[in-house]
């Protein structure tokens, strides 16, 4: 006789939306590491291109997650990611308007693996939380200090080597 760990449906598909949202975090990720790179600023490249391969990692264990309770993962369409900002404030203001969300998709989605008393998912959705938390602090950090160097390209140029030993210190 099988066990198997079947998953309720809102949690399954709630799960599987999350793979949608963490493809299209990459996506706009990457998308953010060229323009940067184009633009000479290169250890931003760097520092989006490693949030990029996270996100990719969290898409990965979500698929692995859903398969592991014997649910097949589905991949829906993602809008294409924006290309172009106007400076790297408001990219950072895009970066940091991303992460808040994804903070907050995780507790919605705690709440919800709770509502269905799925203490598997709970438990799976909590290792992401001290990465998200760290990640949208950082995400504030660096857009509320590139707003603060306005258009000062000393200032600028200091914080894009930061991000570049910042996503060396990653890898």
Known sequence: MSFRLSLNEEVAAALNEQICIESSAAFLYFSMA????????????????????GEITHMGLFVDYLNDRDCQAKFATIEAPAYEWDNPVVAFDQVRTQEHKL?????????????????????????????????TAEADDVHDRLSLVGGDGHGLILIDQELGRDADSHD
């Open 103 to 135: 903070m907050q998709r995780m507790n919605d989605l705690i709440d919800l693996a709770d509502k269905h008393n799925d203490h598997l998912t709970h438990s799976f959705i909590t290792q992401f939380v001290p990465q998200q938390i760290a990640d």
């Open 34 to 53: 060229s323009w940067a790179s184009v633009r000479g600023l290169t250890g931003m490249a760097k520092w989006f291109r490693t949030e990029a391969a």
